[in-house]
């Protein structure tokens, strides 16, 4: 008998103490999040268990950062990694966390891809695009302005045990300075409100809140709703989808004073 209450003891403070963990987890949600995305993602989760993933749910917080003037290292820090701008044809591609098929329409597209090694190891990559961007999680179009100013920048990943290392300042210094040379000012971007690691890494970058979207996705039907023009969308079909008019003209001020 013991032994059998020292078992109903243990699987009981297991219990309690996986009880214990979902809370504080919960809580930090509502922290990061706000009650608001936390019951968005909690429907999002339980609308794809019951439609085996045929009913899909994104808010999207759609941002702009100040392209960089100086290195956001210090000299000598991170240069152990490696940034090069590759090709399609690159054979790294193989090792992308990506559909095959979404690389190629990124490329199609005219995007740039950076990648980020470390002593050979593939370990990261970030996507530019000089131009606007037809988004490939969701249906719909990206579109910086003024276009010889802002560009569009999307997917950057970073190798999960490097996250809290060096490898998004190194990927960023070297997009600065190819958007540098391209005389962009702002580079816009969509964040998932569902992901505030990539919130809280790109906030340190001064970005600035352009607005939102929510896409209602079932089947081949597509709902929008966005906190800027167009507002409201509703399709069926692969060639109708919502534009985005991300216009930076009116954070030019801010963005000269911060400088």
């Known amino acids: 008998m013991p032994l059998v209450f020292d078992i109903l003891a243990t699987q009981w403070f297991c ?44 808010r999207y917080y759609l941002i702009a950062q100040p392209v960089a003037k100086t290195a956001l290292l210090p000299p000598g820090r991170g240069r152990k990694i490696e940034i090069r701008l590759i090709q399609e044809q690159d054979e790294i591609i193989r ?39 037809q988004e490939d999680e969701v249906r719909a179009r990206y579109i910086p302005l003024p276009a010889e100013r802002a560009a569009w920048d999307f997917d950057v990943y970073v190798a999960p045990d490097l996250r809290l290392g060096l490898t998004f300042p190194r990927l960023w210094e070297q997009a600065n300075r190819i958007l540098t040379e391209n005389n962009i000012l702002w580079s816009c971007s969509r964040i998932s409100a569902f992901n505030s690691g990539s919130l809280d890494a790109h906030a340190h970058f001064g970005t600035l809140p352009l607005g939102s979207a929510l896409f209602f996705c079932a089947g081949r039907w597509q709902i929008t709703f ?3 023009s167009p507002y409201f969308h509703l399709s069926s079909r692969p060639d109708s989808f919502p534009e985005f008019r991300l216009d930076t003209e009116g954070l030019e001020a801010s963005s000269c004073s911060k400088r």
């Open 95 to 133: 090792e992308f966390p990506r559909p095959a098929t979404a690389i190629r329409a990124r490329f199609k597209q005219g995007a740039k891809c950076l990648v980020a090694l470390k002593e050979g190891r593939f370990i990261g990559f970030l996507w530019l695009l000089l131009g606007s961007y």
């Open 226 to 228: 966005s906190s800027i």
């Open 15 to 58: 219990v309690m103490t996986s009880i214990a963990v979902q809370k504080k987890a919960f809580h930090q949600m509502l922290q990061h999040w706000g009650w608001f995305n936390v019951g968005l993602f909690v429907l999002s989760k339980f609308l794809g268990m019951i439609s085996r993933g045929k009913i899909r749910l994104y």
